[in-house]
């Protein structure tokens, strides 16, 4: 491909030093440039790519593109918005892999990476190939193993390679989970995307969007530019339901689901057990049987998400409750790692999402028994939510571990301590504090008995903690594995 091919994409821009080279590959990180590169000079949260432009010539790049003229002797193509150029850029370059791919998004503040798994699990169960991207990494089917991800949504060069190599792959099914940070910041600009599907929004990323109103726009972006033909699944329970309603385009199919409002896709008489949840799912007048293998309110409403989706794409009923069925669990999603006690290990880091595993681990609580929840909250990120964790905690736990999550710059004892802000009294036979993470989780076997319920939240399949300093190996299954030897799963 040649820098002439590229900048015919582009409707506003301007030349410097102009030389129609061949593009040999697309770059972003300078460290990370190689001949014949080109460079996209992004401006991000805490750097700018302009101050590494020098660095990426120096290491083979043949052409820079840039929102400002640079004294660099290299072709430049300067433009408004570098991170929408390098989405058209990256898409073309691939071969605009997302035209040949049903491209499925999943956002919301929670489930989407239970959801993106169910959904990928119903349309192999329909004999079709599907591949997913998201939190754990991406996968070409769900007996794959993960390949690691830095981002919930890749950046475009990424996420455009990994989707050629699906389409190359024989792969015409992708589901994928979709950011509010990729959706602001154009990482999935250019993707044709034939289905959407809301879970639910709540606090998060604040530190970010600064209000939940700019936090709502970036998640409407995806259903904004759903083209005629498409999907859109909404949570009909959530408050945010009818805003998203609202700015789908006409002409795209919709289908609501949930358990208290009038929907398409209703949930009905739901118990719960230790093995998971069983349910009734009504759609178009007809009742279905589901035994579901998750557990939890929210494991119900990701499983109606992923249901609704199916019939979207005209999948049977039976198959998808088939599919839905014989899944067994997600991992770091209310995956249970010990059963005397009951150890449960949640990825819950926002105020919602705690709420919600500890009224689901509450409902496998025996009215005898404690209900003990660990968790912190990660440095630098929206410290509003911090006190709003303690509370719920508080209010919903009969004891309480406090900890560190991923301190990164921030001193742990800091960040304990504006939680702490958020629990009403401070009880020294029920609420505990620790900031080594490690010890805390030691510190369990200490305060609990067989007939327990625990839950540790915040990190759930992550395999490590982000220090000051350094990012170190934590698996907080592992710790509770060494803990407990007890009745392992």
């Given at each position: 491909m040649h820098l002439s091919e590229v900048i015919k994409l582009l409707d506003d821009y301007k030349t410097k030093n102009y030389n129609d080279v061949e593009i040999e590959g697309i770059s972003y990180n300078s460290l990370l440039t190689k001949q014949g590169d080109i460079f996209i000079c992004i401006r991000g949260e805490t750097s700018?790519?302009?101050?590494?432009?020098?660095?990426?010539?120096?290491?083979?790049?043949?052409?820079?593109?840039?929102?400002?003229?640079?004294?660099?002797?290299?072709?430049?193509?300067?433009?408004?918005?570098?991170?929408?150029?390098?989405?058209?850029?990256?898409?073309?370059?691939?071969?605009?892999?997302?035209?040949?791919?049903?491209?499925?998004?999943?956002?919301?503040?929670?489930?989407?990476?239970?959801?993106?798994?169910?959904?990928?699990?119903?349309?192999?169960?329909?004999?079709?190939?599907?591949?997913?991207?998201?939190?754990?990494?991406?996968?070409?089917?769900?007996?794959?193993s993960y390949k690691e991800a830095k981002h919930t949504t890749p950046q475009p060069p990424?996420?455009?390679?990994?989707?050629?190599?699906?389409?190359?792959?024989?792969?015409?099914?992708?589901?994928?989970?979709?950011?509010?940070?990729?959706?602001?910041?154009?990482?999935?600009?250019?993707?044709?995307?034939?289905?959407?599907?809301?879970?639910?929004?709540?606090?998060?990323?604040?530190?970010?969007?600064?209000?939940?109103?700019?936090?709502?726009?970036?998640?409407?972006?995806?259903?904004?530019?759903?083209?005629?033909?498409?999907?859109?699944?909404?949570?009909?329970?959530?408050?945010?339901?009818?805003?998203?309603?609202?700015?789908?385009?006409?002409?795209?199919?919709?289908?609501?689901?949930?358990?208290?409002?009038?929907?398409?896709?209703?949930?009905e008489n739901i118990d719960f057990s230790i093995d998971g949840a069983k349910l009734d799912v009504v759609y178009n007048n007809t009742t279905y049987k589901l035994n579901l293998h998750l557990n939890g309110m929210f494991s119900v409403y990701n499983a109606l998400a992923a249901f609704a989706a199916g019939l979207s794409m005209n999948i049977n009923c039976n198959t998808i409750i088939k599919a839905l069925e014989n899944t067994k669990s997600v991992a770091g999603r209310f995956e249970i790692v010990n059963k005397k006690p009951l150890v449960i290990v949640d990825y819950a880091h926002t105020p919602d999402g705690l709420?919600?595993?500890?009224?689901?681990?509450?409902?496998?609580?025996?009215?005898?028994?404690?209900?003990?929840?660990?968790?912190?909250?990660?440095?630098?990120?929206?410290?509003?939510?911090?006190?709003?964790?303690?509370?719920?905690?508080?209010?919903?736990?009969?004891?309480?571990?406090?900890?560190?999550?991923?301190?990164?710059?921030?001193?742990?004892?800091?960040?304990?301590?504006?939680?702490?802000?958020?629990?009403?009294?401070v009880d020294t036979k029920r609420v505990f504090v620790e900031p080594d993470r490690r010890q805390a989780i030691k510190f369990l076997k200490s305060i609990s008995k067989p007939e327990d319920v625990i839950v540790i939240a915040g990190k759930g399949h992550e395999d490590y903690q982000i220090l000051k300093n350094e990012t170190i190996h934590f698996d907080d299954r592992e710790e509770a594995r060494k803990v407990f030897a007890g009745v392992t799963i």
């Open positions: 700018d790519g302009h101050k590494y432009a020098r660095s990426a010539v120096e290491n083979g790049a043949s052409a820079l593109f840039c929102e400002e003229e640079l004294e660099l002797n290299v072709p430049q193509i300067i433009v408004k918005d570098t991170k929408r150029t390098m989405a058209k850029i990256a898409s073309a370059f691939y071969g605009e892999p997302s035209k040949n791919i049903n491209l499925i998004g999943v956002t919301g503040t929670n489930g989407k990476t239970t959801v993106t798994h169910l959904i990928q699990r119903i349309i192999e169960e329909n004999s079709e190939k599907c591949a997913l991207i998201g939190t754990l990494g991406y996968k070409l089917s769900s007996t794959d990424e996420l455009q390679r990994d989707l050629r190599l699906m389409s190359d792959r024989g792969i015409n099914n992708v589901v994928m989970e979709v950011s509010s940070h990729s959706l602001e910041q154009q990482r999935v600009g250019c993707c044709d995307f034939d289905g959407a599907v809301f879970t639910n929004l709540t606090q998060d990323h604040l530190d970010y969007h600064i209000t939940m109103s700019n936090y709502f726009k970036a998640k409407a972006m995806l259903f904004e530019g759903l083209k005629q033909g498409a999907f859109a699944v909404i949570n009909a329970d959530d408050s945010y339901a009818d805003d998203f309603l609202k700015v789908i385009p006409e002409k795209v199919k919709v289908i609501t689901y949930g358990v208290k409002n009038n929907c398409d896709v209703k949930a709420e919600n595993v500890l009224k689901a681990a509450r409902e496998l609580t025996p009215e005898t028994s404690d209900l003990i929840c660990l968790f912190g909250c990660g440095g630098d990120r929206d410290t509003t939510k911090r006190p709003k964790m303690g509370k719920i905690a508080d209010e919903l736990s009969d004891k309480i571990v406090v900890t560190s999550d991923n301190p990164r710059s921030e001193d742990p004892q800091l960040i304990i301590s504006d939680i702490m802000t958020g629990i009403k009294t």
